[in-house]
């Protein structure tokens, strides 16, 4: 099973880039996006029902915002949108669903470089995340989350570490969250798989850094320990073009 992420910076922008060819290219079981910006009623046809895919949307109550979409071969057994948390579902940033051999969290999480509320709400949904995450775990399910986290692990996962430690995204509160993350037994797919550095998944708009591949790998999947020996693949599709971040994915097998 191929599942990929993207944060695609606009699903109707990307529209006009090819996207619908990268998704017959790539052919995944699943596709999570995030950073839609839509709503589903400024769709058209092809991004709602495009063919072999059952389409899902999460939408921002602000218009041109946020956002989170999975397009999905096999029907999910459930569907939940949101963490259950009222403050931090209004911005339409999760879906989870529910499959019969894992848990699939989709999540955009939010951007703290705008001010220290912003700062603080990112906080408080990272942790809101890993105690809906932790629950599916008690109950002896599998746990697959994939998304834009907005922060990079360690210094192997930005261009220019030192300059960037005062600024949200690679601040000390934001990694340390990152390595309690994986102290409860999650594990970074992609550095299972991929020790280079260099490997990066978001270019600022500004000054040629895609070019240059001066940038930031904040964006990941990770899985439960217990799912290490159904993890055969992680990649990082840094050629595709169309969006500020690239996609990314894992092969797995049960």
Same mark, same amino acid.
């Given at each position: ?5 993207? $944060? ?12 619908? @060819? ?23 046809? /092809? ?45 339409? %940033? ?5 499959? @019969?051999?894992?848990?699939?969290? $989709? ?23 890993? +105690? ?15 998304? @834009? ?14 300059? $960037? ?9 934001? %990694? ?14 992609? %550095?299972?798989? /991929? ?34 020996? /159904?993890? +055969? ?10 969006? @500020? ?10």
């Amino acid at each position: 099973m191929k599942i990929i992420s993207w $944060n695609v910076n606009g699903v109707r922008a990307i529209q006009k880039k090819g996207f619908l @060819d990268f998704l017959t290219k790539e052919n995944p079981d699943i596709l999570c996006l995030q950073e839609t910006k839509a709503q589903e009623d400024q769709l058209d046809e /092809n991004l709602i029902s495009p063919k072999k895919y059952q389409t899902i949307w999460a939408s921002a109550e602000k218009k041109g915002y946020s956002g989170v979409a999975i397009f999905t071969k096999k029907e999910p057994n459930k569907i939940i949108k949101g963490l259950g948390v009222k403050k931090l579902d209004s911005e339409g %940033r999760t879906i989870i669903a529910e499959y @019969d051999d894992f848990v699939l969290f $989709n999540i955009y999480f939010p951007n703290g470089q705008k001010d220290e509320i912003r700062l603080q709400y990112k906080m408080d949904f990272y942790a809101a995340f890993l +105690k809906v995450s932790e629950k599916y775990r008690k109950a002896g399910k599998h746990v697959i989350t994939c998304g @834009d986290y907005n922060t990079a692990h360690k210094e192997i996962d930005l261009t220019h570490p030192k300059p $960037n430690e005062k600024y949200s995204g690679f601040l000390p509160m934001e %990694r340390e969250w990152m390595d309690k993350y994986i102290s409860k037994g999650y594990l970074d797919t992609f %550095r299972e798989k /991929n020790t280079e550095p260099k490997q990066y998944t978001w270019w600022t708009y500004r000054g040629g850094a895609r070019a240059k591949n001066v940038g930031w790998r904040i964006d990941y999947f990770f899985i439960n320990e217990e799912m290490k020996k /159904n993890l +055969k693949d992680a990649f990082i599709l840094q050629e595709v073009m169309g969006s @500020d971040h690239c996609p990314l994915g894992i092969k797995i097998k049960f």
